[in-house]
C-alpha cells in the first residue's frame, strides 16, 4: 500500500553558500515504485530514500530555483524518470537549467503510483504555473508554495498575483474534504480544517 515519505534538505541560491535554506521533499510509492515531489537541493540524499525502488515521475510543484535546481541531477542518479513541471514556469526553470526540456504538467493529469493515484491542480498566484498533487487515498494533497500553516504562499514578484493565490486556495485546496492533510513546500504540515477559518483574514491583510 502506498504511505508518504518525507524529507527536509537545505540549500542555497549561491551554489557555494552555506545550506541555510530548507525545503520539503515528498515521497509517494511503496517498496517497488514511488513518485518524487520537488526532489530540492541535495540530490543524492533524495536518491539514497529512494533506493532500489523505481522513480515513476519527478513533479516539480513550480519553477523556482530552490524548487527545481538539483532535479535533473537527481533524474541522473536513479532510472532517469520523466521530469514534470508546468509549462507557464517555463521562464523560471530556464534560470536553472536553460532550455534543457521537461514533461508539461497540465491540470487534470493522473499519475498512479504504489496502488494509489494523484491528481494535478493547477494552483497559480505565487507562480503562474504552480500546481498541487491531490492525494485521494492518502487524504493529502502536495501544495508547494501556494499554502503554508497560516497562509498564503509570497506573491511578491511582478509574476505574481495575491488574488490569483487566494482563488487558487479557495477553489482547489480548501474545497476539499476538512481532513485532508496539507503538505507544504517549507515548514511543517497543516490540514484544511485548520486553514479554512483564515480565509477571510488572509484576504483582509492582503498577503
Known sequence: MADIQHLVTAG????????????????IGDDDEVLVIDPAHDAQRVADAVGDRRVV?????HGHWDHVRAS?????LVNDPPIYLSPEDQFLWAESHGDAPFEPLLEGKVFDVGGTSLSVHGTPG????SMSLYCEDLRAVFTGDTLFEAGPGATRWDYSSFPRIISSIQT???????????????GPS??????????????????
Open 12 to 27: 542555497n541560491h549561491d551554489p557555494q553558500g552555506p545550506p541555510v535554506h530548507e525545503n520539503n521533499v515528498w515521497l
Open 57 to 61: 515521475a519527478v513533479v516539480l510543484t
Open 72 to 76: 535533473r541531477d537527481f533524474a541522473a
Open 126 to 129: 505565487h507562480t503562474p504555473g
Open 172 to 186: 482547489q485546496i480548501l474545497t476539499l474534504p476538512d481532513d485532508t492533510v496539507i503538505h507544504t513546500g517549507h
Open 190 to 207: 497543516t490540514s484544511v480544517a485548520a486553514e479554512t477559518p483564515h480565509l477571510q483574514e488572509w484576504m483582509d491583510r492582503g498577503w
